[in-house]
């Protein structure tokens, strides 16, 4: 604790006497200051106990005093010390009824005892304080320490909250609370979460004071890593400002949280090559191998049904990072086993069919489809079918399939089975396939330009009606040798036959890609 009034008092070579706010002696005493301005005020900054002979006071000026202590009281002065049998003999009545008036502690210093004195006494029990702050965090850091060796996070949390008298909680790299302590502060924490998330778009280290829930206490966030994009964030809750000792147990936690942070990222990164090589064992159509190398990493993943992400974003943007850590903060969650590979531009993600890793990524790419402002979204995402390690192969194509289509139409997300439960038609909105109809129609369009018929319209009809001449002609409303000539002025314009079902296709094709362009 730092020097208060009252321990001053006590302090038996001082002799000092209290003549008025006995009440407040437990303010806390920054400095000792002596000072004979008339308004000393400009040069306090709070916390001190003024030292004062009335040189240049008129002391027994009841209005003048009740205007000098009023701005002292103002100016965060916490008491006010009068030395006897310099200028006055006693403290005069006008000084001590203003002190009394304003609840300002008035002490009366004897002839004997020194300014300097309650300097050096003040200065002493600062540094007494301090030291057994530091003390006392060196004592924290090390029980922090041991409590991080033995009982992991989950211990140095716990032990954390009690060195600041509060709570303290972890955050993932997705903002969810993975521990806190003691137990009923893992729903506070979680109120937070935005907080957490704003904390993490600022680089690394990075920390923020904000107000608890209801205002219920002060909580102090701190980023955890050293990368660009922190990993984890800590909260501690405490009932005021923490301080000194409290302090140093704070940073030393962020210390060592980071450092098992970083530990964390090494065992992540070579988890990652492990499972690129997993990856292409499957992919090549080595199930048998590829649970060889996996042994107990990825649990039964590698057995059950299970589905594959392919997504594609900006090499150096934070796209496929986010991705990445909604996958695997879902799967520490819910201790499903997940395999990430990043790929450059590309991140493959294999995933438990019907788990919340999947849930987690398709949650996390209609987000950021309903948030997106323009269709240049630099995140693509492509979803397969369930499959097994047999047929990964064919499940990796199927995902890079839906990703290509979803490239094309312009989303976020697109899943293998929505493809194959959907229309062909959108997918004729490419532009390759345009400039395709476009020239296989072109001749047409020309003859048509001309007034020597409607070829186009003819064709249309023809194929919508299955090459059915009474059907097609009466839609038309010619003839039907009117429409057989037609359509044989079509066979000669492009030198294809009509006979051939291939052939009817592409202009059927053709002229569906025409008409949705012009729609």
Known sequence: MPPTLASLVHHSALK????????????????????????????????????????????????AMRRYVKRLAGAGVVGLGFAVGVHYDDIPEALVEAAREEGLPLLEVPRRTPFLAISKAVSAAIAADQYRAVTAGFAAQRELTRHALTDGPEGLLAALASQVDGWAALYDASGSVVAAAPDWAGRRAARLTTEVTRLRERPAPASSVVAGPENEDR???????????????????????P????????????????????????????????????????????????????????????????????????????ALGALAESAESAAARSGEAVLVVPEGERLVVLAADGGTV????????????????????ELV??????AGPITASAAYKQAEQAL?????????????????????????????V???????????????ATGRGDLVASLRAWLSRHGQWDAAAADLGVHRHTLRYRMRRVEEILGRSLDDPDVRMELWLALKATAADAG
Do not use: N
């Open 16 to 63: 000092l006497t209290v003549r008025a706010g006995e009440d407040r002696l437990d303010a806390p005493v920054r400095w000792a200051h002596a000072s004979e301005l008339a308004d000393p005020v400009p040069y306090m900054e709070g916390g001190e106990l003024l030292l004062i002979t009335a040189l240049k006071l008129d002391a027994e000026d009841r209005e």
């Open 243 to 318: 301080g000194t000792a409290e302090r140093y147990a704070v940073h030393s936690a962020v210390a060592l949280l980071t450092l098992t942070t970083e530990r964390s990222r090494s065992l992540h990164a070579a988890e990652q090559r492990i499972g690129a090589a997993v990856l292409r064992m499957l992919l090549a159509g080595e199930p048998d191998h590829a649970r060889t190398v996996a042994g107990d990493l990825y649990g039964g993943l590698l057995d059950a049904p299970f589905r594959i992400i392919v997504a594609r974003g900006a090499a150096d943007g934070d």
């Open 358 to 377: 999947v849930s987690a990524c398709c949650d996390h790419a209609a987000a950021r489809e309903a948030a997106r402002r323009t269709d240049d979204d």
């Open 404 to 432: 290509s289509v979803a490239r094309r139409r312009g989303r976020v997300l697109v899943e293998h089975e929505q493809m194959a439960a959907g229309s062909v038609l959108p997918l004729l909105a490419d532009d390759a």
């Open 219 to 241: 909580v102090e966030l701190h980023s955890l890593g050293t990368g660009r994009r922190p990993r984890a964030a800590l909260a501690v809750g405490t009932a005021s400002a």
């Open 381 to 386: 995402v492509g979803l397969s079918a369930p």
């Open 434 to 448: 345009k400039a395709f109809a476009d020239g296989l129609l072109r001749a047409l369009r020309d003859h048509d």
